[in-house]
């Protein structure tokens, strides 16, 4: 009998660990669902007009039902500020996995981050950083996560360009110079429409003082020479 007892009672006990975690993976997919809506209202109306209603709409939810996970806006932004740097990390991450094995060319490189600060991801991030100007709480959630994923953008273009270490100083003049280079690029888009041919001589023009900032042993390299002196394809 004891032992009929405790076999139910190891079933009762299953089925109520299989239950909370049913519910606690039922809650995670719903809180992604908000935090990736909370995304798309930043792309679409602006940090202004993100507004937990307008949110909660895009996320097909009662507003009753969103605010049972976050409390109010701010702790969704909080969310959706944390998700957005790592999806920005991962889909970076991703780009530059495409490149040559163990062979980054800068000119490939180069092109994956361009891909990375036109990516509909980047408008989030900015709409969030022009918004943290001017509003002291967005400001202290924005500034660590920003931080947070520039170490790791730069620890990442570290293992890239392994050669350019014996001048930290020129290498991080170079990441400076690409950050804001592309990034004010990507940035006038938003303004203004964009213009192709500029923005090609534009990046060549990068490229080739990037090309500068070398050290001697690089310049010298096959996988560090200009794109326009390598064959087509």
């Known amino acids: 009998m004891s032992g009929t007892r405790l076999r139910s009672q190891r079933g009762v006990a299953q089925r109520a660990s299989s239950e909370i975690g049913r519910q606690a993976q039922k809650s995670a997919s719903t809180r992604k669902l908000i935090v990736e809506a909370a995304l798309q209202c930043l792309i679409k109306y602006g940090y202004s007009q993100t507004t937990t209603p307008r949110i909660a709409e895009e996320a097909g939810l009662s507003r009753g039902a969103m605010m049972h996970h976050f409390s109010n ?9 944390e998700h957005l740097h790592a999806k920005r990390l991962r889909a970076f991450k991703r780009a530059v996995s495409s490149l040559p094995a163990n062979k980054p060319h800068l000119h490939d490189a180069l092109e994956a981050y361009w891909r ?20 002291r709480d967005l400001e202290c ?21 392994p050669e350019w270490q014996s001048d930290k100083s020129s290498f991080d003049l170079a990441l400076n110079l690409v ?6 690029m990507a940035l006038s888009r938003l303004s203004s429409t964009p213009n192709p041919k500029a923005e090609a001589k534009l990046f060549e023009y990068l490229e080739d003082r990037l090309r500068d900032l070398m050290p001697i042993e690089m310049k010298s390299m096959k996988r560090y020479e200009s794109s326009r002196s390598r064959p087509a394809g």
């Open 73 to 81: 806006r701010l702790t969704v932004v909080q969310a959706a500020v």
């Open 116 to 135: 990375h600060v036109t990516h509909p991801l980047f408008v989030a991030f900015h709409e969030l950083a022009v918004a943290a100007r001017t509003d």
């Open 141 to 161: 959630i924005l500034r660590p996560a920003q931080d947070a994923f520039y170490r790791a953008w730069y620890d990442l273009a570290v293992d890239l360009f």
């Open 179 to 184: 950050q804001v280079t592309l990034e004010g």
